[in-house]
């Protein structure tokens, strides 16, 4: 009996782990690669390690199956350390943190260049990008897996060039019917 016990068990967490699905994030250069090869959108998530919201968005958000499943299907995914020092190349250019500060890891440190770039003045940001890398639109703040469904389905499906007005996007949302859960 015991050992059915604990068959049953191993079988349970097995499957429990089989079926958690997770964000396959890349960088920013392997993204706009893949895009080469296969066209899909890109949305990219500007964090930092300090920021409260951030860490939300990552277990509430991210970590959310339908969501990921989601992205993971029609978009690539990439992180960014809004504050971090890597690296990073962008439109033939190379962006990085000159004035990092490693004893500021984890509290507030100096802005990445991407993210001065970028024009990114709130965490968290999500940044949406198109095929061919080029920005559609940033995202501020912390959002549910229902908002952000709308925005992964309205960026996918290229809605956004058919909304001219805040009243036109105030339609879209009032018809939006959300599907994921949380």
Known sequence: MKKMTMAFLLTLITTA????????????????????ETPKKIMMDIYTNWCGPCKMLDKNTFQNKEVAAYVNE?????????????VVKYKDKSYG???YDPSK???RNSPHELARYFQINAYPTVMFFDEEAEV????????????????????????????KTQDEFNAYYEAFKPEFQG
């Open 97 to 99: 943190n000159p004035n």
């Open 105 to 107: 890891a984890n509290s």
């Open 17 to 36: 782990y089989a079926s958690a699905q997770e964000i396959k994030w890349l960088t920013l250069e392997e993204a706009i690669a893949l895009q080469k």
């Open 136 to 163: 559609i639109t940033p995202l501020r703040g912390y959002q549910t897996p229902t908002q952000l469904e709308l925005y992964l389905k309205m960026f996918k499906n290229d809605d956004h060039k058919n909304i």
């Open 74 to 86: 029609n978009y690539y995914a990439v992180k960014l350390n809004g504050e971090g020092n890597d």
